[in-house]
Antibody, heavy 123, light 109 residues
Framework: QVQLQQWGAGLLKPSETLSLTCAVY????????WSWIRQPPGKGLEWIGE???????NYNPSLKSRVTISVDTSKNQFSLKLSSVTAADTAVYYC?????????????????WGKGTTVTVSS | SSELTQDPAVSVALGQTVRITCQGD??????ASWYQQKPGQAPVLVIY???NRPSGIPDRFSGSSSGNTASLTITGAQAEDEADYYC????????????FGGGTKLTVL
């Protein structure tokens, strides 16, 4: 059974860079979209971006200038960096495994999620 | 603002049937997926594709779609179904971006 284990710094100061890593255990790394999602306190889910095993990325346009998602296939890990953080970036950050396939209508869903990492930005 | 629109809150009497809807142009090209989230927990996938349930999801959960609207139906709602529910799809730009609905808070009375 595939599991995602995520880690990273939980307390940042404004202008610092958020860095989180997600490790994939018990399954293949290929053929999926490895995704990051966040949830500010009391609010809904926000899609941050994704990467596939070959390193192709897609980013939320509202965060694109500050986001980098990378992959290390040798370790079955993928990472999120978000630069120049502010209090508005305070959220629980989740990693997830995404699927996208088929013929219109296409299938797109995230079936395995990490437990989440709480990131607080405060001076 | 989200490209997928959900009602903020819905309530259902214990044992009754409730439908949670999600509207968006991208749903003409993509099946919606649905996630249940309870306080302090990560989201859990409950429906994906035309009407597929992951292993372990009770069969009282079902999905359907018509045009630009996807629906999650809970037939015989249980107290443990009280949670936030989010729909998810690609956006309608064609740029392969993900998007979530704003979420629906389900209260089981």
């Amino acid at each position: 059974q595939v599991q995602l284990q995520q880690w990273g710094a939980g307390l940042l100061k404004p202008s610092e860079t958020l860095s989180l890593t997600c490790a994939v255990y018990g399954g293949s790394f290929s053929g999926y979209y490895w995704s990051w999602i966040r949830q500010p306190p009391g609010k809904g889910l926000e899609w941050i971006g994704e990467i596939n095993h070959s390193g192709s990325t897609n980013y939320n346009p509202s965060l694109k200038s500050r986001v980098t998602i990378s992959v290390d296939t040798s370790k079955n890990q993928f990472s999120l960096k978000l630069s120049s953080v502010t209090a508005a970036d305070t959220a629980v950050y989740y990693c997830a495994r995404g699927h996208n396939y088929g013929i219109s209508p296409y299938y797109y869903y995230m079936d395995v999620w990490g437990k989440g990492t709480t990131v607080t930005v405060s001076s | 603002s989200s490209e997928l629109t959900q009602d903020p809150a819905v309530s259902v009497a214990l044992g009754q049937t409730v439908r949670i809807t999600c509207q968006g142009d991208s749903l003409r090209s993509y099946y919606a997926s649905w996630y249940q989230q309870k306080p302090g927990q990560a989201p859990v996938l409950v429906i994906y594709g035309k009407n597929n349930r992951p292993s372990g999801i009770p069969d009282r959960f079902s999905g359907s779609s018509s045009g630009n609207t996807a629906s999650l139906t809970i037939t015989g709602a249980q107290a443990e179904d009280e949670a936030d529910y989010y729909c998810n799809s690609r956006d309608s730009s064609g740029n392969h971006l993900g998007v979530f609905g704003g979420g629906t808070k389900l209260t089981v009375l």
